[in-house]
């Protein structure tokens, strides 16, 4: 499966955006999707997963509560909408999938977007 990440800019501190991750190529509803991010010297890190078919998601603490993750099987895209960001939240952020449920591992995703800036200001 293809993946293709947009959305990402620039916002000040409190703003929202809203991210996007169009698929091709494979049936979508098959795979597990999530969300990661990457700072600059950091390593990629967790941020949202939703299950195929069943709809399950679940979010790291740091997002949990201003973070929604959704997805349209029917258009093969998800979305994770960012509300009241922070400076933290700073990073390139990619979409993933994958068959395998242990979400939070980066290794469980074999198909990877190509990445969004988002920046937040203070």
């Known amino acids: 499966v293809q993946l293709q990440a947009s959305g990402g800019g620039l916002v000040q501190a409190g703003g929202s955006l809203r991210l996007s991750c169009a698929a091709s190529?494979?049936?979508?509803?098959?795979?597990?999707m999530g969300w990661f991010r990457q700072a600059p010297g950091k390593e990629r890190e967790f941020v949202a997963w939703s299950g195929g078919s069943t709809y399950y998601v679940y979010y790291a603490d740091s997002v949990k509560g201003r973070f929604t993750i959704s997805r349209d099987n029917a258009k093969n895209t998800m979305y994770l909408q960012m509300n009241s960001l922070k400076p933290e939240d700073t990073a390139v952020y990619y979409c993933?999938?994958?068959?395998?449920?242990?979400?939070?591992?980066?290794?469980?995703?074999?198909?990877w977007g190509q990445g969004t800036q988002v920046t937040v200001s203070s």
């Open positions: 993933a999938a994958g068959s395998s449920d242990s979400y939070t591992n980066v290794d469980a995703y074999g198909y």
């Open positions: 190529g494979r049936t979508f509803s098959n795979y597990y």
